[in-house]
C-alpha cells in the first residue's frame, strides 16, 4: 500500500505540521512488523534537511490530527506542552 500524507496535511508552518492520520495506520513500527507512519515521513520534508517528528502518538485504529515538529526546537516546546498537559485533547466515538 503506497500513501499520500500530502494530500492529508491540515497545517503547515516553519516549525509544525498537523497531519490527518488514516485509521489503520500505526505511527510506529510494531512487534509484527508491517505498515507505519514513519515509513511515509520523507514526503513531508517540504524543503528541509529531515522530514518532521512526531510529537505525541495516536492508535492504529485511531483516526485524527497528528501534530509534529519539523525543527528540533519546535519539537522539544511542542514535547513539553504535552508532557504538562496544556494540549486538550477530544475523541469522538462513532
Request: charged share 25%.
Amino acid at each position: 500500500m503506497s500513501i499520500d500524507l500530502v494530500s492529508r496535511v491540515l497545517y503547515r508552518d516553519g516549525a509544525v505540521l498537523i497531519l490527518d492520520k488514516p485509521s489503520g495506520l500505526a505511527v510506529h513500527a510494531g512487534p509484527q512488523g508491517g505498515e507505519h507512519l514513519m515509513l511515509y515521513l520523507d514526503q513531508l520534508r517540504f524543503g528541509l534537511p529531515k522530514p518532521p517528528e512526531l510529537a505525541h502518538r495516536l492508535d492504529r485504529e485511531t483516526s485524527g490530527c497528528l501534530v509534529l515538529g519539523r525543527t528540533r526546537k519546535a519539537l522539544a516546546a511542542l514535547g513539553d506542552l504535552f508532557a504538562k498537559g496544556l494540549v486538550d485533547k477530544t475523541y469522538w466515538a462513532v
